[in-house]
């Protein structure tokens, strides 16, 4: 099992920066997958961004150029920093992890190759 907890949400005007944490805590940190993905109210829940447990990293689309991850396997955490928010970035942000399949791109940005969950963190983009 893998515990996952998300910090560093908040209000922020659009332009502005968040850097989101993830910490785990339960079996070997560095061997899983790490994802965040988003879910905005009446919206389904969609991939941000993922590193492998090798370090590999992948974005969706629409957050290249704005959004880093990066994880530290000493502290089991893995970190979101989001640069030039905009008002569509408002979400809920989950950290997610995973073992035992592939760092395709595809597999990574899929949400249903991640078996771990956290309760997610609140993020509010104003105009």
């Known amino acids: 099992q893998v515990q996952l907890e998300e910090a560093g949400g908040g209000l922020v005007q659009a332009g502005g920066s968040l850097r989101l944490s993830c910490t785990a805590s339960g079996r070997t940190f560095s061997s899983y997958h790490m994802g965040w993905f988003r879910q905005a109210p009446g919206k389904e829940r969609e991939f941000v961004a993922a590193i492998s447990w090798s370090g590999s990293t992948y974005y969706a689309d629409s957050v290249k150029g704005r959004f880093t991850i990066s994880r530290d396997n000493a502290k089991s955490t893995v970190s979101l920093q989001v640069n030039s928010l905009k008002p569509e970035d408002t979400a809920v942000y989950y950290c997610?992890?995973?073992?035992?399949?592939?760092?395709?791109?595809?597999?990574?940005?899929?949400?249903?190759?991640?078996?771990?969950w956290g309760q997610g963190t609140q993020v509010t983009v104003s105009s």
């Open positions: 997610a992890a995973g073992a035992g399949f592939s760092n395709s791109a595809q597999a990574m940005g899929n949400l249903r190759m991640y078996a771990y």
